[in-house]
Antibody, heavy 119, light 106 residues
Framework: EVQLVESGGGLVQPGGSLRLSCGASGFTFSSNSMTWVRQAPGKGLEWVANIKQDGSEKYSVDSVKGRFTISRDNAKNSLYLQMNSLRVEDTAVYYC????????????WGQGTLVTVSS | SYELTQPPSVSVSPGQTANITCSGHKLGDKYAYWYQQKPSQSPVLVIY???NRPSGIPERFSGSNSGNTATLIISGTQAMDEADYYCQAWDTNTVVFGGGTKLTVL
């Protein structure tokens, strides 16, 4: 059974940093691209960043470029999102999700971790 | 940047057919994906590559995609189908979501 478990969320002040982690199990982690998607309270889904299987290519939404970095450790079956210079508008539930294939469906989602940016 | 537009809300009576649209420039040239999200739950894939249902998704869910519009079709809608639905496509290595449609079954 595919499982994705996020951790690392919490309350942080504007300008602060946070590192989200996502532990994967039930599939060969190194065979799939991965993605982070967020959802602000009461709002819709917003894609944040993608990373290919070997980490060679990464893409992110313009609003987080230069502040957020997606990475992965295939030996540890883990996906990460380093978030720096956090803003109030980054407040959201952050989902880790598996990409079936590049340009394919997002077929498994974690339960999400809440990041709250507030003073 | 590429945009996908969905109606904010759609209402349907139980047993009737619900059509949820998603519009984007030449969307028919891309694959459309659909996700269902119920309150306090993670999204679930219900349609992939325009028309395909993942294992475990009821047959009443179907999809189409042509021109500038993709459509999620729920035939014989049930109360359990009440949820938010999001369309999604890829554009130049990035993922794009529509704004979401709240489906009300009343």
């Amino acid at each position: 059974e595919v499982q994705l478990v996020e951790s690392g969320g919490g309350l942080v002040q504007p300008g602060g940093s946070l590192r989200l982690s996502c532990g994967a199990s039930g599939f060969t982690f190194s065979s799939n691209s991965m993605t982070w998607v967020r959802q602000a309270p009461g709002k819709g889904l917003e894609w944040v960043a993608n990373i290919k299987q070997d980490g060679s290519e990464k893409y992110s939404v313009d609003s987080v470029k230069g502040r957020f970095t997606i990475s992965r450790d295939n030996a540890k079956n883990s996906l990460y999102l380093q978030m720096n210079s956090l803003r109030v508008e980054d407040t959201a539930v952050y989902y880790c999700a598996r990409v079936f294939s590049w340009y394919g469906q997002i077929d498994y989602w974690g339960q999400g971790t809440l990041v709250t940016v507030s003073s | 940047s590429y945009e996908l537009t969905q109606p904010p809300s759609v209402s349907v009576s139980p047993g009737q057919t619900a059509n949820i649209t998603c519009s984007g420039h030449k969307l028919g040239d891309k694959y459309a994906y659909w996700y269902q999200q119920k309150p306090s739950q993670s999204p679930v894939l219900v349609i992939y590559q325009d028309t395909n249902r993942p294992s475990g998704i009821p047959e009443r869910f179907s999809g189409s995609n042509s021109g500038n519009t993709a459509t999620l079709i729920i035939s014989g809608t049930q109360a359990m189908d009440e949820a938010d639905y999001y369309c999604q496509a890829w554009d130049t290595n990035t993922v794009v979501f529509g704004g979401g449609t709240k489906l009300t079954v009343l």
